[in-house]
């Protein structure tokens, strides 16, 4: 590999201030069919246009200037509404103007509402259907001054423009609509807008977002960031299942991204796009040998992301609990089998241990970033994940070789994490990340000489460079492989502490630890979000708030859209940075999964949760098969009081939950938690 790969020439320098991600006070607000993706641009800070509108066709990935409605010239502006009368001309503008999240019946609507006091006006864009690529944007008008007003509204796309006059009455609201509708060929995609009637709200729309999950407590921050989350994590996921790692930003597909985000859609609800994506992994991700792609590609034995197999088949067996549908693991048994025992080759395995080496890390360093052969504590874990996953899909489907041989697989490099005597990848009471296959902890790195890296980066400064503490060595905490009260638990969240404001101000963890950083310090939201899991499994609640409330402070919180990291970036040669799906996946695993502790199996049901402090009470809808769990929390003040009530039946609670068997029909839940 060289450092080149993930490098392309955009240089945000050049042409509009639109082209750039990171504008100040920027937000970015999604919705999308699988058919198109639309993006509306609140930009507070008057950097970029203050309220655009970005169009892109899902399956067609690019920097952000390579946007359908991005102007060479002007970038966004001409997407923004113009209001014009004989005495004044109106724009959005950053005093003006905001933008939040709202529904429409259940269907997700960004809203935007700017004016002064003579004319407000409301803006919604919205998909009204998931068959047609069209977005709606409805635009409502009302004027305050006494007398009749004489308005003309403009807007357009790139050099085209679209107009209609209208007269505004005292306190008399008009709407209009326009419609966005992409067409042509995938080669030469054009945008299509025109005034049209009010559109309906097609069915099966509807249906879909009725049908996911819903959830809600008496915190705005938590109802925010699932909502965000919920709304958006599908819209730029395309109908075949392709979706770019980072939007705007790597315009390249990860297993172990869309794996994970996966795990989001299932838990959520979204069973049907998270099954289309699995269905294209194991068709076109893994090859027949069972090696699995990361940035769309295959690699050398060496450089060989060993997790992606792991999360990959974690995923599978997810959907299979939560929709008991076996139909797609008997469809692709041949790639499950080769999904599973890929990593078990004599390439990988370690002589004298269980567990498997490569030269490759967690976060994709590499030999040229001074990764020697050795062991990962992430591939471990993943891949002993992985098998215990195919190990139950084995047994469920009756295949009692694969089943004995993958959970004896999985539970022999378990132990080898653990208790190896000489590779165990614990040293001081803590998880360490790696070893090297000698024995001996890779505590730093060193960079080949004759990189094409920049040179301003942390990793080629002077001084030693370190692998530890890294983020993902919470990873058998946040999934429970250990036990999340342990005292290895708690060292090893007491080493990621040092992540938090390493060389910066205001929060959030980094990947690892910034002197090895080939690309920008910073504070990442998806592993900040592994550390967050991690803590909520251990009750250390004022750390999770924490967390939380960083997140709620970076640019792109207002809108639920956090950027893959927050730093300075040397760009060129490095690409924008973009925004990554997996961070909507993680709130989503962090809500469902872990805060209200719906953990299904083929034929239990496991309800575990773990209510934050200052949460008085909530309620929740979640998909499950094809019934629901209606769910409501109450914190009590008697403990006494404390109960899990099941359709009206009383059960004692317990912090371990409760087991029951699998409804067959809906059912109402009552949390009255301590």
Not at 480 to 488: A, R
């Amino acid at each position: 590999m060289e450092a080149e790969e993930h490098f392309y020439t955009d240089d945000p320098s050049i042409g509009p201030a639109d082209a750039r991600t990171t504008l100040k006070g920027v937000d970015y607000f999604f919705v999308g069919n699988g058919l198109i993706t639309a993006a509306v641009q609140l930009c507070s800070s008057g950097e970029g246009t203050t309220l655009g509108l970005i169009l892109t066709h899902p399956e067609i990935f690019g920097p952000k200037r390579n946007a359908l409605t991005f102007d060479s010239q002007s970038g966004l502006a001409q997407t923004s509404l113009k209001v014009t009368s004989q005495n004044f001309t109106l724009i959005p503008d950053s005093s003006n103007a905001d933008v939040w999240w709202e529904d429409l019946n259940g269907l997700p609507v960004i809203q935007a509402n700017w004016g002064n006091d003579k004319l407000k006006i409301t803006e919604r864009f919205y998909c009204p259907d998931l068959k047609f690529s069209r977005i709606i944007r409805e635009i409502h008008l009302t004027s305050y001054s006494v007398s009749p007003v004489f308005i003309n509204i403009q807007t357009g796309v790139r050099t085209r423009s679209l107009e209609t006059p209208l007269v505004l009455r005292y306190k008399e609201e008009e709407v209009r609509f326009l419609e966005y509708q992409l067409g042509g060929e995938q080669a030469k995609i054009v945008v299509e807008l025109s005034w049209v009637d009010e559109p309906e709200i097609a069915q099966d729309t509807t249906n879909y977002w009725r049908k996911i999950a819903s959830c809600q407590f008496d915190s705005p921050l938590l109802n925010h960031f699932f909502t965000a989350s919920r709304n958006q994590l599908s819209a730029n996921i395309a109908d075949s299942g392709r979706l770019d790692a980072s939007i705007w930003q790597y315009n390249l597909e990860w297993v172990r991204d869309q794996a994970m985000i996966a795990l989001g859609l299932i838990v959520s609800g979204q069973f049907e796009p998270a099954r289309i994506i699995m269905d294209r992994l194991l068709s076109k991700f893994v090859t027949e040998k069972g090696d699995t792609l990361d940035s769309s590609q295959e690699r050398p034995t060496s450089e060989v992301e060993l997790d992606q197999n792991g999360e990959l088949l974690l995923a599978l067996r997810t959907y299979v609990d939560w929709t008991g549908d076996l139909a797609i693991v008997k469809k692709h048994w041949q790639k499950v089998c080769a999904t599973a025992n890929f990593p078990l080759q004599t390439v990988f395995r370690q002589p004298g241990t269980a567990l498997l080496h490569n030269q490759r890390e967690y976060w994709e360093r590499h030999a040229l970033y001074g990764i020697e052969d050795g062991m990962e504590l992430a591939y471990q874990l993943f891949v002993s994940i992985g098998l215990s996953s195919a190990a139950y899909l084995a047994e469920l489907l009756g295949h009692s070789a694969e089943m004995k041989k993958w959970r004896l697989a999985a539970e022999d490099i378990k132990q080898g994490i653990l208790s190896d005597p000489k590779f165990a990848l614990i040293h001081n009471g803590h998880f360490i990340k790696r070893r090297y296959i000698n024995g001996n902890i890779q505590s730093e790195v060193h960079v080949k000489n004759g990189t094409a890296l920049p040179k301003d980066i942390p990793i080629l400064a002077p001084g030693k460079h370190y692998l530890n503490p890294d983020s993902s060595s919470v990873l058998p905490i946040a999934f429970e492989f250990v036990d999340p009260k342990s005292e290895l638990a708690k060292k090893t969240l007491e080493q990621v502490e040092k992540l938090w404001n390493q060389t910066w101000q205001g929060g959030g963890y980094s990947r690892y630890n910034v002197t090895s950083e080939p690309d920008s310090p910073g504070p990442w939201p998806f592993p900040s979000l592994f550390i967050a899991k991690a803590y909520l499994e251990m009750e250390e609640d004022e750390k999770v708030w924490r967390i939380l409330k960083w997140l709620n402070s970076v640019a792109g919180s207002k809108s639920g859209t956090w950027f893959e990291f927050y730093g300075p970036r040397p760009i060129p040669p490095c690409p924008q940075i973009g925004i990554a799906p997996w961070t909507w996946a993680e709130q989503l695993i962090f809500f469902v999964h872990h805060l209200l502790g719906i953990r299904p199996t083929w034929n239990k049901l496991l309800i575990r949760p773990r209510i934050l402090s200052g949460i008085e009470k909530g309620e929740a809808s979640i998909r499950l098969r094809n019934f629901r769990l209606n769910i409501n929390l109450e914190k009590v003040e008697d403990n006494c009081k404390a109960a899990f009530k099941i359709d009206g039946v009383v059960h004692p609670y317990v912090k371990c939950g409760i087991l029951i068997d699998m409804p067959k029909r809906d059912l109402d839940i009552e949390i009255l938690f301590p």
